[in-house]
């Protein structure tokens, strides 16, 4: 199967060099195959920093993240298409990497994809509502991070990094001085 593929690929890449080198020229489908190159890299940039922030959208809830994932995997699959070397490749890699081509291909994207895609989309769905009300709740006031930690003399126990029981050995100079402690010595 993996070797027919390739064959068919092998073929409609030729036969595409052929009828395009005959059509418009050898010069001008090398400077072609070049500039589509060009396009695509300059395409595959931007399309991923796109494709980032609908990420982050998503995990803060003011995207979906169905829509940040068959962007994603479109654009995915049209970046591996511009490395495939051919110009039948380089097309559609480019068509993939366009937004408008996404947006009319993510329904059949995530058709292909099928129940676990839409398993998956359905559980970011549900994660981002949360994640969305931390994020409006973060924004409309100070958030200052911190740690809480309750100590009382009679539950406090002191461990050393080893799992044993710390010992503190040592001499009480004057108790009514403050004094800098360099820690536990272990």
């Known amino acids: 199967m993996i070797a027919a593929v390739f064959l068919l690929y092998v073929i409609v890449e030729i036969a595409a060099l052929v009828i395009v080198g005959n059509a418009i020229g050898v010069a001008w489908t090398v400077l072609l195959f070049l500039a589509g190159s060009l396009v695509g890299l300059i395409l595959m940039r931007s399309q991923w920093r796109r494709v980032m922030d609908g990420f982050r959208k998503a995990t803060r809830g003011e995207g979906s993240p169905s829509l940040a994932v068959a962007d994603g995997a479109l654009v995915a699959a049209g970046s591996a298409l511009m490395f495939v070397p051919g110009l039948v490749t380089s097309v559609l890699g480019l068509l993939l990497l366009i937004p408008p081509t ?30 969305g009300y931390a994020a409006r709740m973060r924004r409309n006031g100070e958030v200052i991070d911190g740690e809480i930690i309750v100590e009382t ?26 004094t800098r402690s360099r820690g536990p010595q272990y």
Do not use: C
């Not at 406090?156 to 044993?164: D, I, R």
């Open 102 to 131: 996404r947006w009319a291909l993510r329904p059949l994207a995530v058709l292909l994809a099928g129940k676990r895609a839409t398993a998956f989309a359905a559980g970011g769905d549900a994660f981002a509502g949360t994640v």
């Open 153 to 178: 003399p009679e539950t406090t126990e002191y461990v050393a990094s080893n799992g044993k029981e710390l010992v503190l050995e040592g001499e009480i100079l004057d108790t009514d001085t403050p």
